[in-house]
């Protein structure tokens, strides 16, 4: 690199030359910076941090987990109490699965009053909820005098279809899963 000349020894007209020469570079260095900007940035993306394709993140050697490991094995550990569900004795509803009449194997018939209890397989299940919808009906009647009888509907009773009063207390379920259990 060129050691800078002495500046009190150039003249006026040096000087503007100097200067006139160093603005075109002053631009020229502006529009480089901008464009290293852009390709480093464009070089520190990659699929986690933007919307590129794993695939386009190359050979580079990814930062691993920060987990410790407990150094205790897989699964469940041994001395932990299990604590799984118990057979209930109120069963609602039982479906038997009945034997064949005949044997599978040679065809002779079977006597099912042998047949002895093989195996009992209990599932818990929630029951659906479901709608219970009451109608609320008025009547009228016109007396012989000419005045119209008419019943009015309780205070609770305000739309043609409405929710009613259990189903504001109930508020837990979704909107939607309320009605898609009613159409069920």
Do not use: W
């Not at 852009?38 to 990814?62: I, M, Q």
């Not at 818990?124 to 009888?149: M, N």
């Amino acid at each position: 690199m060129q050691e800078l000349p002495d500046l009190s020894r150039l003249t006026h007209e040096q000087k503007d030359d100097l200067i006139r020469m160093l603005f075109p570079l002053i631009e020229q260095v502006r529009l480089l910076m901008a464009r290293v900007e852009e390709l480093e940035a464009r070089l520190s993306k990659d699929s986690p941090n933007s919307s590129k394709p794993p695939s386009s993140d190359g050979l580079t050697k990814k930062t691993g987990s920060l987990r410790v490991s407990s150094g205790a094995k897989r699964g469940r550990q041994a001395g932990r109490i299990c604590k799984t569900l118990k057979r209930s004795n109120q069963v609602d509803v039982v479906i038997e699965y009945p034997l064949p009449e005949h044997c599978q194997e040679c065809g002779a018939t079977l006597n099912l009053a042998d047949a002895q209890l093989d195996e009992r397989r209990q599932v818990f299940d929630i029951p659906v909820a479901q709608f219970q919808v009451t109608e609320h009906r008025t009547q009228q009647l016109r007396c012989t005098c000419g005045q119209l009888q008419q019943r009015e509907f309780p205070e609770s009773v305000t739309e043609v279809v409405q929710y009613g009063t259990e189903r504001a207390r109930t508020r837990g379920a979704s909107d939607r899963g309320a009605v898609v259990a009613a159409r069920a």
